[in-house]
């Protein structure tokens, strides 16, 4: 067993909470002993983009600060909101200056820096290996076309990207790893709409037309992300006339396919195969 | 001999300009109109101004980039940053004008959410309206 710490963060306990269930059971399968910080809060969501505004990356590290506790080195994040945030709070408290500051409103404690924040994608790829879960693949994917959607927290501002933000290949290798078909599609790198599903509904009904309507050109039978904002918002701003491509979170596709047992995914990996009949 | 030639910024920058390069760390002079980031924007469709052209009021100190919607519409998706050939990341830009605009009270229409939504919708949604 190898630990690992792991910042679960609000959506994968409340609205996302059967992606947590699956995803788990699955890491402790590949050999994982999952270390849940003890009291983490709120990553904040959306990292602030303003050079005078230290106090709302307090949040962040104090997660940070909570890793280190553990004696841990790395922190795994399955939601791609809560990567964003942890990441770029890590990288800008590099500065010793901003460090020190921010250390003020956590006194006594202090973070010493150096903690590093990855994503449930890149522990596949970097730490599980696509030969390994080829390997450990239990109920294969038997060429279900799944076309991955990144949107934008994993690939984008360039320093944070997981991946080549023009031309990512880390989930399709996912997908084809877990005996599925990746489907490439013109719109699986361009924002979703995110929180402006709360503002503006209308917007993010036109990006969630598009975004559907292009991987179902493409062939794809459902859909896999990274993020549960994006999971809503695929799921819950449909407009009307809007293929019915079943998206799956990307641990869940995993769960299935290493033989977790769990109705949600397996009513959508069902639905997506009534599309495909490619599942038997 | 032809006498040297000298190009610079000072004297023509707009304090506006400046304040809203203080708060982004974005240098908007270093925008050239390519239009690049206009062009792949998923939201320009959506927005009062396109992205280059905030810019441009920036550049041109012109305050009036603070009452528009466009930076309202900003997703903060980081499109434009990636494919800006001067590595402008107008996503820290619209987030300047944004901040600046609450804090001058110049803020958008009030949003009632109409059912309950994930927190992660809602603390991204009012984060970008708390200054
Ligand atoms: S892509 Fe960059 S240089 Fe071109 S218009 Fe946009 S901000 Fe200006
Ligand atoms: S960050 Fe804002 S301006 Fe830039 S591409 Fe995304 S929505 Fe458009």
């Known amino acids: 067993m190898k630990t690992i710490a792991y910042f679960p963060g609000c959506a994968l306990k409340d ?10 059971g699955a890491l402790a399968r590949l050999g994982y002993e999952i270390r849940e910080i003890p009291r983490w809060n709120c990553c904040g969501t959306v990292f602030s983009l303003v050079q005078d505004d230290l106090m709302r ?36 408290v590099e500065d010793p200056e901003r460090l020190r500051r921010i250390n003020a409103f956590l006194d006594p404690d202090a973070y010493q820096g150096g903690v590093e924040v990855i994503h449930l ?39 944070f990207a997981v991946d080549d933000p023009d031309s990512p290949a880390a989930m399709e290798r996912v997908v084809e790893a877990l005996g599925g078909t990746a489907v490439p599609f013109p719109e699986r790198t361009e924002c979703c709409g995110t929180h402006l599903t709360v503002t503006r509904k209308d917007v993010v009904e036109e990006r969630v037309g598009r975004i559907l ?9 459902a859909l896999v992300v ?23 979170y990307l641990g869940q596709l995993l769960a299935w ?16 195969a009534v599309s495909s009949e490619a599942v038997r | 001999m032809a006498s040297e030639l000298r190009l610079s910024r000072a004297g023509l920058e707009a304090p506006f300009a400046r304040r809203v390069e203080e708060l982004s760390g974005e240098n908007p002079y270093a925008c ?24 441009r009021l920036v550049q041109l100190g012109d305050e009036s ?37 609450l804090r001058k009270g110049i803020t958008p229409a009030p949003v009632r959410p109409d059912r309950p939504y994930p927190q992660i919708a809602l603390i991204g949604a009012y984060r970008k309206l708390t200054p």
């Open chain 1, 15 to 24: 609205q996302a909470r059967a992606d947590e269930t699956g995803t788990l």
């Open chain 1, 57 to 92: 990356h307090v949040g962040p590290v104090r997660n940070l600060l909570r890793v280190q506790a553990m004696e841990e080195e790395k922190v795994l994040t399955l939601c791609a909101m809560c990567y964003g945030t942890l990441a770029r709070s890590a990288h800008f």
């Open chain 1, 121 to 159: 994608l890149t522990l596949l790829r970097d730490e599980v290996g696509y030969e390994r879960l080829a390997a450990e693949t239990r109920r294969p994917l038997n060429g279900l076309r799944v076309a991955p959607y990144y949107g934008c927290v994993l690939l984008r501002p360039r320093p």
């Open chain 1, 213 to 221: 309507r292009s991987a179902r050109g493409g062939g794809a039978d």
């Open chain 1, 226 to 248: 990274t993020c549960p904002l994006c999971h809503f918002n695929l799921e819950e701003r449909r407009p009307a006339g809007t293929p019915d491509l079943p998206v799956l």
């Open chain 1, 257 to 272: 396919a290493m033989g977790e047992d769990d109705p949600g995914v397996a009513s959508l990996v069902g639905r997506a």
């Open chain 2, 32 to 55: 050239y109109q390519c239009g690049k980031c206009s062009a792949g924007c998923p939201f320009a469709d959506h927005m009062d101004a396109l992205p280059n052209q905030v810019l």
């Open chain 2, 65 to 101: 980039a603070l009452s528009l919607s466009a930076p309202w519409v900003c997703a903060s998706c980081h499109a434009c940053g990636v494919r800006c050939p001067k590595g402008v990341d107008i996503a820290r830009t619209m987030e300047a004008l944004r901040v600046l605009a």
